[in-house]
């Protein structure tokens, strides 16, 4: 290994205990499949419950949502205006608790 490969090899692994290290990021990739790039600390955020998609009908059918753990539901902790975002667009399905 020459000297070039070892400093590549510290930055990298500089790199990964940085990102280990941080406090918290942001769960609404969870839910909109595409990761944010927010991280800070747990002091920033708020815990979401979300309800899967896939879960509404059945709880549709049921005539109410159940309760979490229960009903499936996920608790996200989210950086704030994520988790204002999950909520409005989940319809009624999601709420900041
Ligand atoms: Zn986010």
Same mark, same amino acid.
């Given at each position: 290994?020459?000297?070039?490969?070892?400093?590549?090899?510290?930055?990298?692994?500089?790199? @990964? *205990? &940085?990102?280990?290290? $941080?406090? +918290?990021?942001?769960?609404?990739?969870?839910?909109? =499949?595409? %990761?944010?790039?927010?991280?800070?600390?747990?002091?920033?955020?708020?815990?979401?419950?979300?309800?899967?998609?896939? @879960? *509404? &009908?059945?709880?549709? $059918?049921? +005539?109410?949502?159940?309760?979490?753990?229960?009903? =499936?539901? %996920?608790?996200?902790?989210?950086?704030?205006?994520?988790?204002?975002?999950?909520?409005?667009?989940?319809?009624?399905?999601?709420?900041?608790?």
């Amino acid at each position: 290994m020459n000297k070039t490969q070892t400093a590549d090899a510290l930055e990298r692994r500089r790199a @990964l *205990r &940085a990102k280990t290290a $941080a406090p +918290g990021s942001c769960q609404c990739g969870d839910v909109s =499949g595409v %990761q944010c790039a927010w991280a800070g600390p747990l002091a920033e955020t708020v815990l979401v419950e979300w309800m899967p998609e896939y @879960l *509404r &009908a059945s709880h549709v $059918a049921a +005539g109410n949502a159940g309760m979490w753990p229960y009903n =499936g539901a %996920q608790r996200l902790r989210c950086e704030r205006s994520c988790a204002d975002n999950i909520v409005i667009e989940s319809d009624g399905w999601a709420k900041i608790v």
